[in-house]
């Protein structure tokens, strides 16, 4: 166990900013709680996380911007949840950008989304990098903070093992429950 402390203190920076670049959840959580056991900076962490997630929407912006063909292919399978992201920017507006940081699923299609609209560039570049602040911030800090029970969750699924699976399968099943109704189609009668 120690060695695997010893690798994330070691590796653990570009691992947070390569997954970060996409989404960075999980990785900024666990850069919070190893920080907390005093294995990473959480100041590092927060800069490093902050600063991949702030650039990989910047971009998918991009090429969904100045790559459409390519990024719609990429999306044929995606289209209900394009679909949902779109009438999300039209019912938040601008908040989207701060709100789809948070929300797992749609994080990536957002950036995508609103690239594919007439959007102004400078605006999203703004609005992401402030969002991506207030989430390195939010994520960082609380799971920093929370290290103590987090660590305990982890001690007790190391001793039960049979938890992780089952949390796993709520955990995914709300979140497949929740995409399924969000993207079902209505039916106007």
Known sequence: MEDTFSNLATYGYIG??????GGGFVALLGAGVLSYMGKMDITTSIAIAFTANALGDIALFYMA???KTMMMEGLRKHRRKLALSHIMMKKYGSWIILIQKFVYGIKTLIPI???LTKYDFKKFAILNVF???VWALVVGLGS??????L???????GEKPWIAPVILVVMGGSLWFYM???TKKKVKK
């Open 16 to 21: 947070l900013f390569l997954y970060s670049f």
């Open 144 to 149: 920093y903070y929370s290290g103590k029970p």
């Open 180 to 182: 399924e109704a969000a």
């Open 131 to 133: 969002s991506a602040a």
């Open 113 to 115: 989304a609103i690239g």
């Open 65 to 67: 911007r100045y790559q």
């Open 151 to 157: 660590m305990d969750l982890a001690e007790l699924i």
